[in-house]
């Protein structure tokens, strides 16, 4: 059995609800966000193209985030890309939250529960339009 690496991100814990910010632990680029009083870890860039995460959108609602450069929506319970051009999940990394601290583990929480690279349904890939190269849906 392995052991977890835990690494105290308490420094977060002022985060309102609807914010989130970036980490780098190592070689790591991890995103912070606070949905609905819930931490989440991930990823901070896009599986899609090279880009930030903490620079888009944050659904508290959906628990989304969605990519600033070409819309592509994240599950942040589980990583799943949710729309195209994304294909690849995200990593999402296990948050526990103590008393007065709160943690995160560089062991993996998920990474796409079973979505990988073209692995859509069919339903929504239908409802996906793609007219002179932008995503309809």
């Not at 819930?38 to 995460?53: E, G, K, Q």
């Not at 903490?54 to 659904?59: D, Q």
């Not at 599950?75 to 799943?80: A, E, R, V």
């Not at 007065?100 to 859509?120: A, E, I, V």
């Amino acid at each position: 059995m392995s052991s977890e690496n835990w690494v105290d991100i308490s420094d977060f814990l002022g985060l309102k609800k609807g914010e989130m910010t970036d980490y780098d632990y190592g070689d790591k680029k991890l995103m912070i966000a606070n949905i609905g009083g819930t931490f989440y870890a991930s990823d901070r860039v896009c599986t899609h193209a090279y880009v930030d995460l903490t620079g888009g959108i944050l659904n508290e609602s959906k628990k989304t985030v969605t990519c600033p450069l070409h819309l592509s929506s994240f599950d942040m319970n589980n990583g799943n890309a949710l729309n195209l051009p994304a294909e690849d999940p995200l990593k999402i990394y296990k948050i526990k939250k103590e008393k007065k601290s709160c943690l995160f583990s560089c062991r993996l929480f998920g990474y796409g529960f079973g979505q990988t690279r073209n692995n859509y349904s069919d339903k929504k890939m239908k409802e996906s339009k793609i007219k002179d190269g932008k995503l309809f849906r």
